[in-house]
């Protein structure tokens, strides 16, 4: 089992920028694909980026394509979203989260951490 912890989240103006950073822990963290998601109050949890355990492939919600980077550097162990261009529209609590599976396959993302608040004032 891993364990994730974000951190990096805090209050930026619209059009600013933040790092969020998530470091697993436990097994060997490195071997699991990697995403990021996000729920505003009121709304349903979203997907937003996903990386393969090697970095090599990457994936992005919509509503981020081309504002948010993912990576990941595995000898720190730590996976990263860099968030550019933020809108208000992008406040919500953001989490980390790992699967085994295929990484494209939102919905299986098996641990969770507890989220870092991101809030994007306009």
């Known amino acids: 089992q891993v364990q994730l912890g974000e951190s990096g989240g805090g209050l930026v103006q619209a059009g600013g920028s933040l790092r969020l950073s998530c470091a697993p822990s436990?097994?060997?963290?490195?071997?699991?694909?990697m995403g990021w998601f996000r729920q505003a109050p009121g709304k349903e949890r979203e997907f937003v980026a996903a990386?393969?355990?090697?970095?090599?492939?990457?994936y992005y919600g919509d509503s981020v394509k081309g504002r948010f980077i993912i990576s990941r550097d595995n000898a720190k162990n730590t996976v990263y979203l860099q968030m550019n261009s933020l809108k208000p529209e992008d406040t919500a609590i953001y989490y980390c989260?790992?699967?085994?599976?295929?990484?494209?396959?939102?919905?299986?993302?098996?641990?969770w951490g507890q989220g870092t608040q991101v809030t994007v004032s306009s």
């Open positions: 989260a790992a699967t085994r599976n295929y990484y494209r396959n939102t919905h299986e993302y098996a641990y």
């Open positions: 436990g097994r060997t963290s490195s071997s699991y694909h």
């Open positions: 990386i393969t355990w090697s970095g090599v492939n990457t």
